[in-house]
């Protein structure tokens, strides 16, 4: 393969969207890591019932409703600031450790973010973490109006940096990211953060799953849908190494 590009999920892939349980647990003391878990799996569960109902919101009006939706599910009430504070954590997500280092050694092909975040969340996230000045291209799916992993959201790669699927790396820690940049064409690595043998492990030690370890058995366990990744990786570090053998 000759790859010109590398286009990167946001959400879990460059930015950590763990590190929103030191702001729940703040907000809301013994409840963070619950609410961190489920305000997160509620997110993506929008996304996908909003574009099989075809009656999309953008990112940030489904951000606000998963994380109403968690509020009220657990019994807890808030007020408006304690919301916000939670819901700007959103535009201050930590990047992994390794994000920087490696999107500086693949500098000379072209660098973009494909997300289902909103153009103006992505934007500040970008602008606050530094790679505004890295990343050739942030593309939302916004303009086509439905979430990842539909193909319509992978065809914006095309449209905006000019490269065809076949030349395009297209990195992600979510499975059902890899699967649906797979299916639509893009060659796709896979960043398995935690592997079946650390699942096994983490529910042998303790009698009680915690919400932490659930969401980790529910989201970043490659997905039984006939389609794999071309790639398997353990960290972003890695893509350099890979991208050099093309």
């Not at 973490?129 to 990842?148: C, E, M, P, Y």
């Not at 030690?205 to 490659?222: E, G, I, N």
Request: aromatic share 10%; net charge negative; proline share 4%.
């Amino acid at each position: 393969m000759t790859i010109k590009a590398l286009v990167f999920d946001a959400y879990g892939t460059l930015y950590d969207v763990q590190s929103v349980a030191a702001v729940t647990e703040d907000a809301f003391p013994g409840y963070g890591d619950i609410i961190t878990q489920i305000w997160r799996i509620k997110q993506l569960e929008y996304s996908w019932l909003r574009s099989l109902m075809r009656r999309y919101e953008d990112f940030s009006v489904i951000t606000k409703e998963s994380l109403v939706y968690t509020l009220r599910g657990l019994g807890l009430a808030y007020d408006a600031t304690a919301f916000e504070r939670i819901m700007d954590k959103y535009l201050h997500l930590d990047l992994y450790p390794d994000a920087k280092p490696t999107l500086a050694a693949l500098k000379g092909r072209k660098l973009a973010i494909l997300s289902n975040g909103s153009s103006d969340m992505l934007n500040a996230l970008v602008r606050n973490s530094g790679l505004d000045g890295v990343l050739d291209a942030t593309i939302s799916i916004d303009s086509q109006r439905i979430f990842k992993p539909a193909p319509d959201a992978y065809s914006l790669i095309e449209a905006r940096l000019g490269v065809r699927p076949n030349e395009v790396l297209f990195v992600s820690s979510n499975p059902w990211d890899a699967c649906g940049a797979k299916a639509f064409g893009l060659n796709v690595a896979w960043i398995e953060r935690v592997t079946p043998e650390a699942m096994a492990l983490a529910c042998v030690k303790s009698d009680v799953v915690s919400p932490l370890t659930m969401f980790k058995a529910l989201r970043t366990q490659m997905d039984e849908l006939g389609i794999k990744p071309d790639h398997r990786i353990y960290a972003l570090s890695e893509l350099p190494d890979l991208v050099a053998l093309a």
